[in-house]
């Protein structure tokens, strides 16, 4: 199924269908492509452009999609508007795909940054309860791997807790700055003739506001790039973490022990716990 093509007579080459296919990885993004069609047709409804009877058909049908999805379609956005059946086309009303790929990908990243806090500060304040229990147990700081000052137990799994303190920071900023406006209305760089109102559909999907510029608001992946920096900087002090407990855990220093659970052994040294 294609939503393009209006002005063509010939089929396309199946290469050229298999090369523009996406649903394979945007079908993630489904649920937040039938939230933000709910919020488009109920804002059609709102301004008068649907009738009640025509948004009512779609609003159930987006609230019912299936949940494997999957068929011959070009990308996720196809797949939603063939299961909305014949009134599906009404889908595409003072909207195009590029301002709602954008508008989806802001809602994945926006709850991603969410659920990635989640289990961020979920570490964190694991460390923060071992870090009480050992407020007053000594053991050597190192510095290159010598030991260099004596540091108690708790000042060392705080350093990692200051760490992850910065990184939930820095997940907010992101969420901001993906929260701060929505591209729903831009259609494909110059808005519409419709008499839309993008400001009632971006308070609809939680937004702090529309977009304020149409061309910049289809385009602009900045807030992709500043997602990818604050878990790349967050996976480094995990990797550091985690380093940590590997050196603590071997003979050399033996100041811990990890539970079988979350160890592996070796086929050759039986006598081995990595």
């Not at 060392?156 to 729903?184: K, Y």
Request: proline share 5%; net charge negative; glycine share 8%.
């Amino acid at each position: 199924m294609k939503v393009w093509g209006g002005v063509f007579t010939g089929a396309s080459d199946p290469r050229m269908d298999a090369f523009g296919a996406s649903l394979h990885i945007d079908k993630r993004l489904a649920p937040m492509d039938a939230a933000a069609n709910r919020a488009h047709i109920e804002m059609l409804q709102y301004c008068g452009i649907l009738s009640e009877a025509q948004a009512a058909p779609l609003l159930h049908a987006l609230s019912h999609l299936p949940t494997e999805v999957e068929g011959p379609f070009e990308d996720v956005h196809t797949w939603v508007e063939a299961h909305c059946g014949e009134a599906g086309e009404n889908l595409r009303i003072a909207r195009s795909r590029n301002d709602l790929v954008a508008t989806d990908l802001k809602l994945w990243c926006r709850q991603a940054c969410v659920e990635l806090a989640h289990g961020v500060l979920s570490v964190g304040q694991a460390l923060l309860g071992r870090a009480q229990e050992h407020a007053a147990t000594l053991m050597p700081g190192y510095t290159h791997l010598q030991r260099a000052q004596p540091v108690t137990v708790g000042h060392h799994l705080m350093a990692w807790q200051a760490m992850l303190e910065r990184d939930l920071a820095r997940l907010g900023s992101v969420f901001n700055e993906i929260n701060a406006t929505c591209p729903l209305g831009a259609g494909s760089l110059a808005t519409t003739t419709w008499p839309i109102q993008p400001e009632w559909t971006a308070r609809r999907l939680g937004f702090a506001g529309p977009f304020t510029n149409s061309m910049d608001a289809v385009s602009d992946r900045d807030f992709v790039l500043s997602l990818h920096y604050a878990m790349t900087t967050c996976m480094g002090h995990l990797s550091r973490l985690a380093e940590d407990l590997i050196l603590w855990s071997t003979a050399e220093f033996g100041f811990a022990s990890l539970p079988d659970a979350f160890t592996t052994g070796s086929s050759l040294m039986p006598q081995k716990k990595n």
